[in-house]
């Protein structure tokens, strides 16, 4: 079975900040913790509306991290040119809406304007992923438009997962759609979730493209996910910023590495 890493999604340290729209916490703090605590990459998401990193954190992370940089983006022209110039390892091209809380599924791959974006990239020498739902025919369009690998979209199961074990959904608006669901029904979907994903890993990897996932992970429902052989790298970042003010930024990745290490050897 091959190596899984961890991605560090950092954005929700530029989320505090900009609440007060000042200069601390500092997201570029983070990044010596990041690789002594043995994450793998640094994932950060510029987004549209500019919510949490920001242009300058792009340059400055660019600049200083010794570990590789995703950035998970938007096709938004703009975002693009800055991303082709600072030419991080690799770009993720995500869905976004402005009204969403987070990113709530997978890309639309039938969208014609991404062939011009991934040529963009690549021939900026960038690593090309696209965040898509766990779908045969997204996971072929990926590779037909020259990705070199799928980040599967995890919320759906980690929705349900969530579902399962929350008492307190009902006040929860993003799980609205599942408060009517008895535990059987839910229980159906997330096994049918898994199984989407270990297919579409299986698939995905059949052509030739590198498999990752993220999105609502943390150390309490990773362990299906970080079972799949297919998938390489794990992409967390709310739980473990949210984990990290109870009991540190190092901690709180170690965790999340030692779940990833014991699901795979189990």
């Known amino acids: 079975m091959q190596k ?46 500019r919510r949490h990193i920001q242009d300058f954190d792009v340059c400055e992370i660019m600049q200083r991290s010794s570990l590789p940089v995703n950035i998970e983006c938007a096709n938004d022209p703009k975002i693009i040119d800055l991303i082709c110039a600072k030419r991080p390892f690799k770009a993720t091209l995500v869905p976004e809406k402005r009204e969403e809380v987070t990113t709530e599924g997978g890309l639309d791959m039938t969208n014609p304007a991404l062939n011009l974006t991934i040529a963009m990239l690549k021939n900026s020498k960038i690593k ?4 898509i739902n766990p779908d045969e025919k997204s996971i072929k369009l990926s590779k037909d438009l020259g990705a070199d ?14 579902a399962l074990n929350e008492q307190k959904i009902s006040s929860l608006n993003l799980l609205k759609d599942l408060t009517s669901l008895d535990r059987l029904e839910l229980e159906t979907r997330l096994k049918d979730e898994i199984d989407s994903l270990k297919n579409a890993a299986k698939f995905a ?8 996932a993220g999105h609502g992970l943390n150390a309490n429902n990773l362990d299906p996910i970080a079972k799949i052989k297919e ?3 794990l992409n967390i ?6 984990r990290s003010i ?7 990745i170690k965790e999340i590495l030692d779940s990833m290490q014991r699901a795979r050897n189990s």
């Open 4 to 49: 899984l890493d961890l991605g560090v999604n950092i954005d929700h340290i530029a989320t505090l900040r900009q609440a007060r729209q000042i200069t601390e916490p500092d997201p570029m703090q983070a990044l010596s913790i990041l690789k002594q605590a043995g994450a793998k990459q640094v994932t950060i998401h510029l987004r549209e509306d």
């Open 246 to 252: 109870f009991v540190g930024l190092k901690d709180a």
């Open 231 to 233: 998938i390489s790298e």
């Open 237 to 242: 970042g709310h739980s473990i910023i949210a």
């Open 205 to 212: 990897k059949s052509l030739g493209l590198e498999v990752y």
């Open 128 to 131: 090309v992923a696209t965040f």
């Open 149 to 162: 690998g799928i980040e599967l979209h995890t919320g759906t199961y980690a929705n349900l997962y969530l």
